[in-house]
């Protein structure tokens, strides 16, 4: 089993960027695979990045692509979401989660991100 906790959420500018980092707890993080998601008032969970196992391996939704950057680093048992040129459309809690191999998902509490234009 795994714990997640994200941080680095705050209230940021419209094309300012914030970096969120989900940190894990217990074995073999790095055979997991990781992803991020998020949550806007009113609207459904909606899928953002994913990561494979070795990190040379990455997804995006095309709300997202070319503006954020998904990353681990397997040594710190972290995951990371660089976001660029954030728009308000982005405000939203986001949650980190990961998929074990045999099959398991683990979420972590979420962190809020609000841009304001």
């Known amino acids: 089993q795994v714990q997640l906790v994200e941080s680095g959420g705050g209230l940021v500018q419209a094309g300012g960027s914030l970096r969120l980092s989900c940190a894990a707890s217990?074995?073999?993080?790095?055979?997991?695979?990781m992803g991020w998601f998020r949550q806007a008032p009113g609207k459904e969970r909606e899928w953002v990045a994913t990561?494979?196992?070795?990190?040379?391996?990455?997804y995006y939704a095309n709300s997202v692509k070319g503006r954020f950057t998904i990353s681990r680093d397997n040594a710190k048992n972290t995951v990371y979401l660089q976001m660029n040129s954030l728009k308000p459309e982005d405000t939203a809690v986001y949650y980190c989660?990961?998929?074990?191999?045999?099959?398991?998902?683990?979420w972590g509490q979420g962190t809020q991100v609000t841009v304001s234009s």
């Open positions: 990561i494979n196992w070795t990190g040379r391996t990455t």
């Open positions: 217990g074995r073999s993080f790095s055979n997991y695979v």
């Open positions: 989660k990961a998929d074990n191999p045999g099959g398991n998902s683990y």
